[in-house]
């Protein structure tokens, strides 16, 4: 049985233009939360998968995968949450809730997730983001928002800045006196939270980036200590062993091993950029240095309220270009061009939809 009607903006082919699009939501069960949208993120792989670039996207599609919303109904089951709570909803809407993983709070590995767009819920209704009025949300992958936390200052974070924190928490050294240096690669959406999240745990950080371009972004708006340009060898030799990680958010391939030679002794290498092509480097850069290459995929929801938590506990901000939905297939054109810092937020219930 269906549920609520609701109004989003979709993409019906790989043409990847967005316009409105009415569905209706699945009946609300037990344990779902229904929201009313309120802010969105618009991320790149939004862009990706309403051009099917990555898997094979269902037509229509719906995106958006950093929602902020309003809990307007709940299910029977639902204790955590109320109607009226500001509530937030990441990549992904389900979970087996049996397996290793999901067990040890890590359920962005489960191999049975739902994305939380272009996925497929067991009953066969498409999963559907938050490009539109409202959504209907398991218990389980919905997070609170903190009450001082602007809602459009919170939408960045459930996907972009979450990826970020995940593999940086391991470096959270909670008030030891030994400073930990850390390189941030790419300061895009990604990049650019990373940068003022290794800041606020207290972090000598570094930006690395191929051109001067952003040297001004980085040292004097986002706080980093150092900028180093790859492309300058002078540079690189006299950085080589300075760092204990590199948070690697460069989504194009690019060579590692100069990277590799900026790290300490035992230092890590931490890739979350969704590269498509294989990464190459030689072992004996590791083995010679104990160095570490690892990756990591957007965060628990565990890891998800923690940052949310963190992000009010710091007064940390996010910055953010806010637009209406009618406004979004400009902003698409923008951000393949590079052109926001750092990231678009549609308000998405100030807008109309129709």
């Known amino acids: 049985m269906e549920g609520r009607r609701v109004v989003g903006w979709a993409a019906r082919d790989t043409t990847g233009v967005l316009s409105p699009f009415s569905f209706n939501l699945r009946k609300t069960g037990q344990e779902d939360v229904v929201l009313k949208v309120l802010y969105c993120g618009v991320d790149h792989t939004d862009l990706h998968q309403m051009r099917s670039e ?24 639902v204790k955590k949450f109320k109607v009226g709570d500001k ?15 999901c067990k040890s709070n890590m359920e962005q590995y489960c191999t049975k997730t739902i994305p939380t767009v272009n996925g497929i819920f067991e009953d066969g209704t498409p999963t559907r ?60 959406g990604v990049g650019h939270l990373g940068v003022i999240i290794a800041k606020a745990m207290g972090h000598h950080v570094t930006v690395i980036s191929t051109s001067d371009k952003k040297r001004r972004e980085a040292l004097e708006h986002l706080g980093a200590d150092a900028f180093l340009i790859s492309s300058n060898p002078a540079e690189m030799v006299a950085a080589t062993g300075s760092l204990d990680y590199i948070l690697d958010t460069a989504p194009a391939l690019h060579p590692l091993e100069s990277y590799l030679s900026l790290l300490k002794v035992g230092g890590k ?38 940052l949310l ?23 698409f054109e923008r951000m393949e061009k590079n052109d926001v810092r750092y990231r678009f937020v549609l308000d998405v219930a100030g807008s109309n939809l129709e």
């Open 87 to 101: 509530v937030g909803v990441g990549c992904i809407v389900y979970a087996c809730g049996d397996c290793p993983s």
């Open 269 to 306: 290498l931490l890739l979350v950029g969704g590269v498509p092509q294989p990464l190459q480097f030689l072992a004996s850069n590791l083995n010679l240095g104990k160095k570490t290459i690892s990756g990591s995929f957007i965060g628990s929801i565990e890891e998800t309220q923690e």
């Open 309 to 331: 938590e963190f992000w009010e506990e710091k007064g940390l901000k996010t910055m953010i270009e806010v637009v209406k939905m009618d406004y979004v297939n400009k902003a």
């Open 54 to 77: 990555i898997q094979t996207t269902k037509y229509p599609l719906v995106p958006g995968h950093e929602i902020v919303g309003e809990v307007v109904e709940l299910g029977s089951e």
């Open 129 to 188: 983001g938050g490009f539109s009025s409202a959504m209907a949300v398991h218990q389980r992958f919905v997070v609170r928002v903190p009450e001082k936390l602007a809602p459009e200052q919170a939408a960045p974070l459930l996907c972009a800045g979450v990826t970020a924190y995940s593999p940086l928490k391991q470096f959270n050294n909670g008030g030891s006196n030994k400073v930990i240096r850390g390189g941030i690669l790419g300061l895009g």
